[in-house]
């Protein structure tokens, strides 16, 4: 999977919110799966 569509993002926000996720760990989520995380930490 290279891409996500809006569908899919979504699809994952809603998932994870009825997991308990809040906002900002949403946003933590996505940017970790984008690759976002890894570059802040090196």
Same mark, same amino acid.
């Given at each position: +999977? /290279?891409? +996500?569509? &809006?569908r899919e %993002? $979504? #699809? $994952? %926000?809603?998932? $994870?919110? #009825?997991?308990?996720?809040? #906002?900002?760990? %949403?946003? /933590?989520?996505? /940017? &970790?799966? /984008?690759?976002?995380?890894k570059e802040? &930490?090196?």
């Amino acid at each position: +999977m /290279e891409y +996500m569509t &809006a569908r899919e %993002i $979504l #699809n $994952l %926000i809603d998932w $994870l919110r #009825n997991q308990g996720f809040d #906002n900002d760990k %949403i946003v /933590e989520c996505i /940017e &970790a799966i /984008e690759g976002k995380q890894k570059e802040k &930490a090196e």
